[in-house]
């Protein structure tokens, strides 16, 4: 596995302990203001992690237009278009 997905991997990793503090805050009646801070947190790391997927994602689409252009332009406009949809 190359740096760039280990590196987005750990990411989704951290963000998957965010979220089982959160339920487990959750399920312990934790105080409301410290949920909201916590689902932030975690909103703000999957736009960061969404960001970097983005980021390794159009240099792989550079490399391969190369060898089509227009196909490599169309798939990372679909994605990118998918990506902005859920922001």
Sequence with gaps: MDEKRKKILDRFKRIEGQLRGLQKMVENEGPCE????????????MKRAGAAV???????????????????????QKALTRYVDLA
Excluded: G, H, W
């Design 34 to 45: 410290d949920i909201l801070i916590q689902v932030s947190a975690v909103t703000a790391a």
């Design 54 to 76: 983005i980021q390794a994602y159009m240099e792989e689409c550079m490399r391969k237009s190369i060898e089509n252009p227009e196909q490599a332009m169309t798939d990372f």
